[in-house]
């Protein structure tokens, strides 16, 4: 089983960008479909990405099409999250997830959990 670890989250302005990492240790990353997720104050935890385990197949939340992009390093055992065109709404807690198999948009389809990264959105 994996263990996984959250970075590059942070304070930006809005229309401005980062990148987070999920960091993975443990055997056959490659094996793993990664998700992101978010949680925003009050709100329950919602999609935002997916990538497949050979990085081919990717899925978005309508939210955030065209503005993020999500990626994968099985060289690194890394995932990243490009965001692009931040907007306040999309300040939360983001967290990386991991399930062998098919990628999935559901929470409830991830078996391993980073701890989260904040990022905030100052308008």
């Known amino acids: 089983q994996v263990q996984l670890v959250e970075s590059g989250g942070g304070l930006v302005l809005a229309g401005g960008s980062l990148r987070l990492s999920c960091a993975a240790s443990g055997r056959a990353f490659s094996s793993y479909a990664i998700g992101w997720f978010r949680q925003a104050p009050g709100k329950e935890r919602e999609f935002v990405a997916a990538?497949?385990?050979?990085?081919?197949?990717?899925n978005y939340a309508d939210s955030v099409k065209g503005r993020f992009t999500i990626s994968r390093d099985n060289a690194k055992n890394t995932v990243y999250l490009q965001m692009n065109s931040l907007n306040t709404e999309d300040a939360a807690v983001y967290y990386c997830a991991a399930r062998l198999g098919l990628a999935t948009m559901t929470v409830r389809g991830y078996d391993v959990w980073g701890q989260g990264t904040q990022v905030t959105v100052s308008s």
């Open positions: 990538i497949s385990w050979s990085g081919a197949n990717r």
